[in-house]
């Protein structure tokens, strides 16, 4: 194949950790900045292999290259504007809600092997916590131990700006997170994420955004048929794992 340059490659998107650019017929390459970790790209390779064949809407992946010393996976193209962009552009939440719950049942309804465990990861997150008492935390892996295990698929990273709205419709992506465990530790993720974390730098109307966020949140759960009260123990556990996961979160 010939040697390709950054240069000239066509951005199709762009996030945090990776730029993503049309790569060859039908694929686009997701090429992670100078720098990022090798072993987190290889993972997400491993993840998005291991639900490669599962039903629901994604991106196949192809194959993991390195293009100028940066990491990147292959994946197929999928072009379309994230349903966040969406939700900001129109006000409409309920179809925000709608499309978000409609792609989640469909993830939800997988069974998945050869991925880490939802509980592992969170006993990992928890223990490097520092900012919490060791007494809750503590008590939040008492409480891990004694909710259920399970297989179920989860994403682990589900909000609208990991949804691409395109021409075949919503489709799921950023499989950095994935992992296997009760649909409801997902759901519950979902919603500290959507509604928990901190308000972004910038925001016109600090007050209106967090309205705006729990309202999308409640509409999400409505169409979901979850209420709080379901996942009340996730949420309180992923709320000490944040810290671990996420401590510039608390800062």
């Not at 950790?17 to 039908?26: L, P, S």
């Not at 008492?133 to 698929?153: I, K, Y």
Request: net charge negative; hydrophobic share 40%.
């Amino acid at each position: 194949m010939e040697e390709k340059n950054v240069q000239e490659l066509r951005i199709i998107g762009e996030g945090n950790t990776a730029i993503v650019y049309a790569w060859e017929t039908g694929k686009a390459l997701k090429l992670f900045r100078a720098g990022y970790h090798e072993d987190a790209v290889v993972r997400e390779y491993d993840n998005a292999l291991a639900i490669r064949e599962l039903d629901f809407p994604k991106p196949i992946v192809y194959e993991r290259v390195v293009l100028e010393e940066r990491h990147g996976i292959v994946y197929e193209r999928t072009e379309g504007e994230s349903l966040l962009d969406w939700v900001m552009r129109t006000g409409d939440l309920a179809g925000c809600a709608q499309r978000m719950a409609t792609v989640h049942r469909a993830l939800l309804e997988q069974r998945v092997s050869g991925v880490s465990d939802s509980k592992d990861f969170l006993r990992w997150a928890i223990g490097r916590a520092e900012s919490v008492d060791e007494a809750d935390r503590e008590a939040a892996l008492a409480r891990l131990d004694r909710l259920p295990d399970d297989d179920t698929l989860c994403h682990g990273d589900l909000h609208p700006a990991n949804i691409l709205l395109t021409e075949q419709g919503p489709v799921i992506i950023d499989f950095m997170n994935i992992c296997h465990g009760d649909r409801r530790y997902d759901i519950a993720r979902t919603v500290y994420l959507m509604q928990y974390t901190p308000v972004p730098e910038g925001a016109d109307n600090w007050e209106s955004f967090l309205r705006m966020r729990e309202e999308l949140t409640d509409l999400y759960l409505e169409r979901m048929g979850v209420t709080r009260d379901e996942i009340s123990e996730y949420l309180a556990i992923i709320r000490i794992a944040r810290a671990g996961e996420n401590p510039e979160e608390f800062q």
